[in-house]
Nanobody
Framework: QVQLVESGGGLVPAGGSLRLSCAAP????????MGWFRQAPGKEREFVAA????????YYADSVKGRFTIARDYAKNTVYLQMYSLKPEEKAVYYC????????????????????WGQGTQVTVSS
């Protein structure tokens, strides 16, 4: 089991920025594909961004393209989600997810494809 720990959430005004981090203490996840998802109160979990195990491919929900950036630092064993121009409707708990692609298919935007999840970090955007 891969333990994932998110951090970096908080309260920001509309238009503000945050950088979320996802670390796997004591474990190297360089061969894992990583994703960020979010869930707002009363809504279903939705895909935000993903990055392949190599870091060579990134994927974004249409709603965050141009404002969010996902990146991974192999030396720090950490994945980041840089968020700019945040909107009040993006208030949610943000979750980090990981999966080892192996030789199978890769579905970066599909939550159920990921087996490993963090506990989430709260992001609140005030209007």
């Amino acid at each position: 089991q891969v333990q994932l720990v998110e951090s970096g959430g908080g309260l920001v005004p509309a238009g503000g920025s945050l950088r979320l981090s996802c670390a796997a203490p004591g474990r190297t996840f360089s061969s894992y594909a990583m994703g960020w998802f979010r869930q707002a109160p009363g809504k279903e979990r939705e895909f935000v961004a993903a990055i392949s195990w190599s870091g060579g491919s990134t994927y974004y929900a249409d709603s965050v393209k141009g404002r969010f950036t996902i990146a991974r630092d192999y030396a720090k064993n950490t994945v980041y989600l840089q968020m700019y121009s945040l909107k009040p409707e993006e208030k949610a708990v943000y979750y980090c997810a990981a999966e080892w692609p192996g030789s199978g298919s890769y579905y970066p935007e599909v939550g159920r494809w990921y087996d490993h999840w963090g506990q989430g970090t709260q992001v609140t955007v005030s209007s």
